[in-house]
């Protein structure tokens, strides 16, 4: 099986969020940027199939070059090589073309992304991936099996899950219940050391067109300070919510 | 030209938040200077839509339709809107919502932006305003292609009568196979999820077992609102999966977001910023989530959650 392991280069999760240039650009300054969380679940999936049932693993990213060091900590974690498409990712659906072009040039079966990205949110590179490639897609994913050209997955749903059938190719958005936390590695030195050879291409962007462009970032208005209520007094509490705040 | 909203519903009824996108829906269509277009798919009595200002709904009946499938649900949406002549598109962005617009969006070539916050503040060029970094900001996104997919954020925007005198028209599309079969549905019943919820009771390591969560849900019970907890609980199993909120879990977008036990940290907010009114319950003063909450007590959850309980009830009952 050839697995094609969507990887989003993002802010840390604890990262401090600021704007430069007259809020149309993110302060990149003192960020530290990590794979984005609901791809490490993915990429975490595509190992367990590399290694209990034998796959190769392509991660892929498109970006330009300080994405870099996040494919080669997602080579470190295991995968095989990597691809970068050489571009600026300013909207999903540019970044869903390029991967489409990578997905048909390599003939891969299985192709792994995360729900959504935590810097833009979009939530739309995988769906736009699947359809733009003709492939099969399975959205918001907390478990995967593949047998043979079989597929057995199982979405997350409003109040509960619900188990799809399919079969290869196809495009697989996950998120945590992919694999559990507890599964997610940190890459020893061997496969820093490792990860250092292993091939990282970088191909040129197919096009240029983007459907949407951020005109600008705010940040929500300073919140008042919280209102305390004494815990003696929690009629207080029952007011404010009621005639106050309007809530029950 | 119209704008094209799509109203979910469940078992023939709509969604709170179908009542939300035709709002946001002839909002835009206001705008515009257009009217509104309301596709429905298998909904008992479509005349509940009007009252939110839907001058057209389209009506789609079909057996293979009955559960939701994104991608043959994606090809109505499409043909819709092109027998619609339709230059936006409104969605919500639901779990289903987030599923099915993608594809839409390439089937029709249009710009798609999620999780939308306000109705448009430009419509030349069309400028809307969605969340961003995981509800720490927001982005101001300009939609340059011809038709505009825009996903309405739950809760964000509001519901808002607007009556017309409406119609209703069949719609009889081709409904494009999809790839992926259901096998099997489990859902939690008798609850009210986390998604609908107006109420959320969420309770965190504070809590010091599950044995303690009764309480927990006697007060979910009294206020009809769906249960939650923060992401060790489900780690540690005192909870299912389900119930973690934040940054990796479940979005939050209440009108009221209880938070018991809970300290606050930048990956629990994430999921929770977007609750209108926060109330926090925590022995530690210093406590994080006190300043991002808007009402709090410094108390002792186990002292605290049965008071508030009996209180409840009697107000609930007076
Ligand atoms: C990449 C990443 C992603 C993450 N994603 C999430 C996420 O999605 N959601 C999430 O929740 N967390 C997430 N976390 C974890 C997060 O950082 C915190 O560890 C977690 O939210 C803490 O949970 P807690 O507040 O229940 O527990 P604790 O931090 O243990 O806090 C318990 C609180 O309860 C209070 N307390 C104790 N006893 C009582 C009592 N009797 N009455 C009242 N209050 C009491 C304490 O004062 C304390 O404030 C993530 C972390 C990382 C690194």
Redesign the interface.
């Known amino acids: 099986m050839k697995i094609l392991v969507c990887i989003s280069h993002v802010p840390d999760t604890t990262s401090k969020i600021n704007f430069t240039d007259n809020d149309t650009k993110f302060d990149t300054n003192g960020v530290q940027f990590v794979i984005n969380p609901y791809d490490e679940f993915s990429l975490t999936r595509a190992m367990w199939f590399k290694e209990k049932q034998g796959a190769t693993v392509t991660v892929v990213n498109v970006g330009n070059a300080t994405a870099e060091p996040t494919l080669r900590k997602a080579l470190a974690i295991g995968a095989d090589d990597a691809i970068r498409v050489n571009t600026e990712p300013t909207d999903g659906f540019l970044v869903a073309k390029e991967l489409a072009a990578v997905v048909k040039n390599g003939g891969y079966d299985l192709v792994l992304a995360g729900r959504e990205s935590i810097d833009y949110n979009g939530g739309m590179v995988p769906g736009m991936l699947a359809s733009l490639t003709d492939f099969n897609f399975v959205n918001g994913c907390v478990g995967l099996e593949v047998d043979g050209e079989n597929v057995s997955a199982t979405r997350e749903i409003d109040g509960g899950s619900e188990t799809l059938s399919s079969s290869l190719p196809i495009v697989i958005a996950g998120q945590k219940g992919i694999v559990e936390e507890s599964d997610l590695r940190i890459p020893n030195m061997r496969g820093i050391m490792m990860a250092r050879k292993k091939p990282l291409q970088v191909v040129e962007a197919t096009s240029t067109d983007a459907n949407t462009t951020i005109q600008s970032f705010e940040k929500p208005a300073p919140k008042g300070a919280v209102k305390l209520v004494d815990a003696d007094n929690i009629d207080e509490l029952i007011n404010l919510l009621h005639n106050e705040a309007k809530v029950i | 030209m119209s704008v094209l909203v799509f109203a979910d519903s469940t078992d023939g009824k709509f969604k709170k938040t179908a009542l939300e996108v035709v709002s946001y829906g002839k909002k835009v269509a206001e705008q515009l200077g257009s009217n509104v277009v309301a596709l429905t798919i298998n909904a008992a009595d479509v005349s509940e839509l009007y009252k939110y200002g839907a001058e057209k709904v389209i009506t789609v009946s079909n057996d293979s339709l009955k559960t939701f499938n ?2 043959s649900y994606a090809s109505v949406v499409s043909e819709a809107a092109k027998a619609e002549n339709a230059t936006v598109v409104v969605v919500d ?4 919502g ?2 099915l ?3 839409v ?3 029709l070539d ?6 939308v916050v306000a109705a448009p503040s430009s419509t030349a ?1 069309f ?1 809307v ?6 509800n ?10 011809d038709v505009k997919i825009i996903g309405v954020a739950k809760n964000s925007f509001g519901v808002h009568e607007n009556e017309v005198s409406g119609t209703s028209e069949e719609f009889s599309p081709t409904i494009a196979a999809s ?10 019943t008798g ?1 009210v ?4 919820a ?2 959320v009771v969420s309770a965190g390591r504070g809590l010091k077992g599950p044995e303690n969560w009764g309480m927990i849900e006697e007060l979910a019970d009294v ?1 009809g609102a769906a249960t939650a907890c923060s992401k060790p609980v489900s ?1 540690l199993g005192w909870r299912p ?2 119930e ?1 909120v934040g ?3 479940k979005p939050v977008a209440s ?2 977001y209880i938070a018991i036990g809970i300290s606050g940290a ?2 629990h907010l ?1 999921g929770i ?1 977007a609750s ?2 926060k ?2 319950i925590n022995t530690d003063p210093e406590a994080p989530f ?11 959850a186990f ?2 959650v049965p ?2 309980i009996e ?2 009830k009697a ?1 609930k009952a007076s």
Not at chain 2, 129 to 134: D, E, I, P, T
């Open positions: 994104a991608k962005s639901s779990i289903d987030l599923y617009a993608p594809i969006a390439v089937s249009a710009g798609y932006a999620s999780n060029p400028t305003k969605r969340k961003a970094f995981s720490k900001a927001f982005s101001n996104t300009v939609i340059s292609t790839g992926v079969k259901s096998e099997k549905v489990e859902k939690v609850q999820t986390i998604a609908d107006d109420i206020l780690d999966h389900g973690h940054q990796t879990g009108n009221l930048i990956q994430a910023n209108k009114v109330v926090v006190f300043k991002a909450a808007d009402y709090g007590i410094v108390g002792d002292e605290v008071k508030l209180k409840l107000f």
